[in-house]
């Protein structure tokens, strides 16, 4: 298995609504991230989770609440979010624990809309 | 801190010509280099990278980068494009002793028939 998964594709919610974002990788890698997509833009970091440890917060607000439950699995908790937070959500992994030569394989996003 | 400047927003190439897509970074260490390619609604596919030795790097689906110091450059480019190719194109630098990439902000290629 050589992909990245991410569950929903699509998401629309409510400003009061908690949801959540599901990333999958089963290659053994050891570092996992999120980033936000805004049309048009480049993907910005969020965060970054190295053997299963939050390395890297790039000062994201609150109403963004990362998890890793374990190495093959990251979620992102989202609550309370406000509709310019509308974006695509790309989760990657990377094998070596995120160093900067480590080549990070993208999913393919899920699409959140805030209403 | 380290940055990187795509100067072409968008491109216009017809299938079967050649393409370059610029890209310049600024960092003062030796710098990881790496383009992306992402079709509309899509996550990122890395197309190569580059972090030391031979300056010309191939990739995947026939692209090739060249990497040059004294320009601070490191330009994507395929012989022959294909329409399969419209998509954007991120150039991307990473740095020593930092978990991060930063992005450039994309070339737009759309390729006419």
């Known amino acids: 298995d050589t992909e990245v998964t991410q569950t929903p594709k699509h998401l629309v919610m409510g400003m009061t609504n908690k949801k959540s974002l599901k990333c999958e990788q089963h290659m053994g890698h050891r570092a996992m991230y999120w980033y936000k997509q805004k049309a048009k833009k480049p993907p910005e970091l969020m965060f970054v989770?190295?053997?299963?440890?939050?390395?890297i917060n790039e000062s994201v607000p609150s109403r963004f609440s990362p998890e890793c439950p374990n190495s093959s699995l990251l979620n992102l908790h989202l609550h309370a979010l406000q509709p310019e937070d509308s974006a695509l959500y790309l989760c990657a992994s990377s094998p070596l624990g995120g160093t900067p030569t480590d080549e990070q394989y993208f999913g393919p996003g899920t699409r959140l809309t805030v209403t | 801190a380290q940055s990187v400047t795509q100067p072409d927003i968008h491109i216009t190439v017809s299938e079967g010509a050649s393409l370059e897509l610029r890209c310049n970074y600024s960092?003062?260490?030796?710098?990881?280099l790496f383009w992306y390619v992402q079709s509309p609604g899509q996550g990122l596919q890395l197309l190569l990278k580059?972090?030391?030795?031979?300056?010309l790097v191939q990739g995947i689906k026939g692209f090739e980068a060249e990497f040059k110091r004294s320009q601070s450059s490191f330009n994507l480019r395929k012989p022959s494009v294909h329409w399969s190719d419209a998509a954007e194109y991120f150039c991307?630098?990473?740095?020593?002793?930092?978990?991060?990439?930063?992005f450039g902000t994309g070339t737009r290629l759309l390729v006419s028939p």
């Open positions: 989770y190295s053997y299963e440890k939050l390395s």
């Open positions: 960092y003062g260490a030796t710098p990881y």
């Open positions: 580059y972090f030391s030795g031979d300056t």
């Open positions: 991307a630098v990473g740095s020593a002793g930092f978990q991060k990439l930063v």
